[in-house]
């Protein structure tokens, strides 16, 4: 089993900045990559930032130059460092984790979500 531990949200005010991380541990053979994504009210759920296990990033658009993916593989902890917040980036925040198993599979598990909100 695969346990997903997200810390860091919260309330803060327009231009401010947080970090969120997220801690895996469990039956992990590989980490294939990890990935936030986030849900606002109303709204589908996003991909925000990924990181492969080659350090290969990607990001949202409306994220870019604003917010920062990283990884610790020695923790197999992703951080999200999020920088210059609006209004707009109030979500829940959702890591997500896809493996590698021994038996070739790769499956992707996700964590509890953790509520940053933004205030302008």
């Known amino acids: 089993q695969v346990q997903l531990v997200e810390s860091g949200g919260g309330l803060v005010q327009a231009g401010g900045s947080l970090r969120l991380s997220c801690a895996a541990s469990?039956?992990?053979?590989?980490?294939?990559?990890m990935g936030w994504y986030r849900q606002a009210p109303g709204k589908q759920r996003e991909l925000v930032a990924h990181?492969?296990?080659?350090?290969?990033?990607n990001y949202a658009d409306s994220v870019k130059g604003r917010f920062t993916i990283s990884r610790d593989n020695a923790k197999n902890t992703v951080y999200l460092q999020m920088n210059t917040l609006k209004p707009e980036d109030t979500a829940v925040y959702y890591c997500?984790?896809?493996?590698?198993?021994?038996?070739?599979?790769?499956?992707?598990?996700w964590g509890q979500g953790t509520q940053v909100t933004v205030s302008s």
């Open positions: 997500n984790l896809e493996i590698l198993t021994r038996g070739g599979g790769r499956p992707s598990y």
């Open positions: 469990g039956s992990i053979f590989s980490i294939v990559a």
């Open positions: 990181i492969t296990s080659g350090a290969s990033t």
